[in-house]
Structure formats: C-alpha cells, structure tokens
C-alpha cells in the first residue's frame, strides 16, 4: 500500500503543560488530553525529496529509535513512543507501516528504497517518509558494527544501555559512542559493603569496561543480602583496534582529566580513570588520590543517610579537604570528632538495603556521567546529593574550594 501524501506533521508542542503555556492549536490541546501531546514532526521537503540531512541519511542505516513503542492516533497519524516528552507524532503516515518495518538498522537506505519497492512502495514516497521520519528525530544511525562485535548476552543487556542513552541525550548514534567511552573507561571501587558491591555490580552492567573493587567489596558477604549478583557476571569487554585492548574512547587527551586521556589503567594496580570511595575505604586515601591527580567521586551511607559526591577534580574543583575545613569553620570540634571516628563504624551501620541501593545507584548514574561525557556532572561538582530518611527526596548541598586548603594550589592535572 502506498503512503499518503505526508502533511504538515506538526501536531502541537511539547508535553501538555508547555502546549499551553506556548500556545499550541486549540485542536492539538484537545486531541492531548491530560497528558498533553507528543512533540510534533517536521515539514515535509518540497517535491517529494527528503527533507533533513539527505546526504547524512544516504550513509546511514536507519532505524527507528530504540526504546519507543509506535501507535497510530488516528489512521494518517503515526505516534513513536508513549510519554509527550518524548513522544513524536507525524502525520501523513498512513500506509507507511509497511516502509516503517523496514527502519530497523539491517539495511542501508539504498537497501531500504529497494525493499519498499518490491513493497510496491514508489521511491518518492518512501523517500518523503523518512525524511519526515528523520527531520522529526525518530531515526537514529544504527550502530550495527559496534552491536554486532557484542557476544549475544551482553548485546541484550547493553542495548537496554544504548536505547536509554540515546533518548535522553538525543545521540543520533543510537548510543555507540558512549559505549565505546564506557568500554574503554576504568573504575576502581574503594570500601566495603552493600554500597560498593551494588556500584561495582551497576558499573559493569552498564558497560564500564574495567571495574575493579579493594577492600571486602571484592568478597561477598558470607550471609545476608546482596544487591544484585556479586562479583558480576556478564563482564563485557570490545575488542578494540589498539594492541594494549584499551585505548582513549576517541584518541583525544581530554583537559579535565576525564577518561579517555590514554590514562586508563593497564591492570589492577595502574591508574584508573575515576575512584569511588565508598564507606570503608582508607582516610589517607583522598590526599594520595588529589596528589596523584586522580578524580575520585564519594559515595556514603550512615546513620539513616545517603551521600554521593563531591567529584573531585583534582586542582579544579573542592576536595574532601575542602569539605572538612567547611566543616570546621562551623564547628572547630571536627577535626577532633572527624580523628576518633577514624576507621572506626557502628555496629551494625544503619543502612538499610534500599538506602545502599539509592546511594549505589545514584553514585553510580554521576559515574557514567563522568565516564559518558554527557555533562559535566554538575550536580557533584562542588556539590553533594544527600538523602536524608525518611525523606527520600535527594537534595543538593553546596560546597566550594576552600581557600585555605591546599588542593586549589596543586597543578591541574
Ligand atoms: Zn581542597
């Protein structure tokens, strides 16, 4: 069946709330309902030819974006994915579904105007129909290559990874680079407990290429609960073109220290690209960590309270020092509580399994954005996300370089 002429694909705005405030078409606002509409396409290119990116699109494999469920709002009107924040609708799509089968990364787009004409699907329409498809954001350059060098198992696990990626970040990658950036990336978990087992485990099922733990976070705890599987299983690893197995993401020295700067460790006792420490871990270990120059991330659980940061940025950003000399500017008893607590915990710790799972999980999402380069990880950069109980509502607390610390006097690395 041949696609109909596609029309405006407009619909309205954004989710339901910004349609009004933007105001979006008396019919759009309708049609929405409470839960407002899905964004709207693009137009049409002028005489059937596509609209966006042609050239790009010629090389591409094109897919529709992983992740997204498709639903038709009426027959002319196709919907890709459910939430108006991330939905699209287009318009002009009836009899599409045929060419739309198509869209899933197996062929080229040569490969894909072939496959529609044997659907008796003439090439001016399918090449409208993608390029609405494309225009609009719903198609995305299937990284066939980087998922086919994945074994079967961790192919599943990490397409969960890539999908999410590349909707909320809008890659048009389908999530390959990030991949690459996590495969190459090394993270070394320092401490103990449900916490850092439940980092370690997260990190690798995300895709982290190395994970490694000291302390008795490498050892499962001979009873009770765990977070998830431990150690975990599934490691997965790319095979990369450089003969050490893990080269830069993208060959470039990065200036903030963040990895793929060819820093990456070689081994269990090599640099790694970011530290996590984790209740437990050794109290000298945050100076070695700065002189060395080495972005560490803190992930804490106590006394009925999660706290994940700061992201230290070694010469560029505050240190744990720099908190503790915050600390004693109000209170000039801390440096005196902070040497008899020590290496010291309470018996048993009050962290409770869901609250070492909020504190691995978000600890772990400011990793990734770390190791992702999506964003300068800003809620942890002279910050700390706290949770306090019963309120599982994360807050953030501001911290700044101390001027009297001598962190802010290193070189940057
Ligand atoms: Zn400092």
């Not at 974006?65 to 919907?79: H, N």
């Not at 940061?309 to 600390?327: E, F, H, K, Y």
């Not at 772990?364 to 910050?383: E, S, W, Y």
């Not at 599982?392 to 940057?412: D, E, I, K, L, Y």
Request: glycine share 14%; aromatic share 2%; with cysteine.
């Amino acid at each position: 069946m041949e696609p109909g002429s596609p029309g405006p694909a407009r619909l309205g705005g954004p989710a339901g709330r910004r349609d009004r405030a933007g105001g979006a078409t008396g019919r759009a606002a309708r049609a929405g309902g409470a839960g407002g509409l899905p964004r709207g396409g693009a137009r049409p290119g002028r005489g059937g030819e596509m609209s966006a990116g042609g050239d790009r699109l010629s090389r591409m494999r094109p897919a529709i974006k992983a992740g997204l469920l498709m639903v038709w709002r009426d027959p002319d009107t196709l919907q890709i994915g459910i939430d108006p924040r991330r939905a699209i609708a287009l318009r002009g799509m009836r009899g599409a579904q045929a060419l739309i089968n198509l869209l899933d990364g197996s062929r080229d787009l040569g490969q894909v105007l072939a496959a529609a004409h044997e659907l008796g699907i003439s090439r001016q329409s399918a090449e409208r129909v993608i390029g609405l498809l494309a225009a609009a954001g719903a198609l995305h350059d299937f990284p066939a290559a980087t998922v086919r060098a994945l074994p079967a198992g961790p192919r599943d696990r990490l397409a969960r990874e890539l999908a999410t990626v590349s909707l909320a970040h809008g890659h048009t990658d389908g999530g390959a680079l990030v991949l690459a950036r996590r495969q190459a990336a090394s993270v070394r978990v320092h401490g103990t407990g449900l916490v850092a087992s439940g980092l370690a485990s997260l990190l690798t099922e995300s895709g982290v290429g190395r994970v490694s733990c000291t302390g008795a976070a490498a050892e499962p705890p001979a009873t009770g609960p765990q977070l998830s599987s431990w150690p975990p299983t599934g490691r997965v690893r790319l095979g990369h073109p450089a003969a050490d197995g893990h080269p830069a993401a993208d060959g470039h020295p990065a200036a903030d220290g963040r990895p793929g700067a060819g820093q990456g460790t070689r081994g269990h006792g090599c640099r790694p690209d970011l530290a996590v420490l984790v209740d437990g871990y050794l109290p000298e270990l945050p100076g070695s960590l700065v002189a060395a120059g080495v972005v560490h991330l803190t992930a804490t659980a106590s006394e009925a309270i999660g706290v994940v940061g700061p992201l230290v940025i070694p010469g560029q950003t505050a240190c744990l020092s720099c908190v503790d000399m915050a600390r004693t500017d109000r209170d000039p008893a801390w440096p005196l509580i902070l040497a008899q607590v020590s290496g010291r915990a309470p018996q048993p710790a009050a962290c409770a399994a869901v609250l070492a799972a909020a504190v691995a999980a978000q600890a772990t999402a400011q990793a990734l954005a770390f190791v992702d380069r999506a964003g300068p990880a800003t809620a942890v950069i002279n910050g700390t996300l706290e949770l306090v109980l019963p309120d599982w509502q994360w807050r953030r607390h501001s911290w700044v370089p101390h001027r009297q610390c001598r962190c802010s006097r290193r070189p940057a690395s």
